[in-house]
């Protein structure tokens, strides 16, 4: 069930294709021999940018997930945010 709003799907789409196009990047600069210094700020740069998309995600997660069970008294909602978060780190 998706009940992203259109926005945050836009924007997650946004960010992905960019992270999919500074893969291809890395790849590329791994097979033409570049220098790993390059490299790993490539990927940490990949890294930072995966990390922007989840935070992105689990805060639209809140919103539209855990916010609305918690209103409806569902006290699980808490502990399933807890292992979200959880899994993030």
Do not use: F, W, Y
């Not at 893969?23 to 097979?31: A, D, P, S, T």
Request: aromatic share 0%; glycine share 8%.
């Amino acid at each position: 069930m998706n009940n992203r709003p259109p926005e945050i799907i836009k924007k997650t789409t946004t960010h992905l294709n960019r992270i999919e196009g500074q893969v291809r990047g890395i790849k590329r600069m791994v097979e033409e021999g570049a220098n790993c210094d390059d490299v790993i700020a490539q990927i940490l740069s990949v890294q930072k940018s995966i990390g922007s998309v989840a935070q992105l995600l689990v805060a639209s997660h809140i919103k539209t997930c855990i916010t609305p069970r918690l209103e409806k008294g569902d006290g699980q909602a808490t502990e399933d945010l807890i292992k979200t978060v959880g899994r993030m780190m």
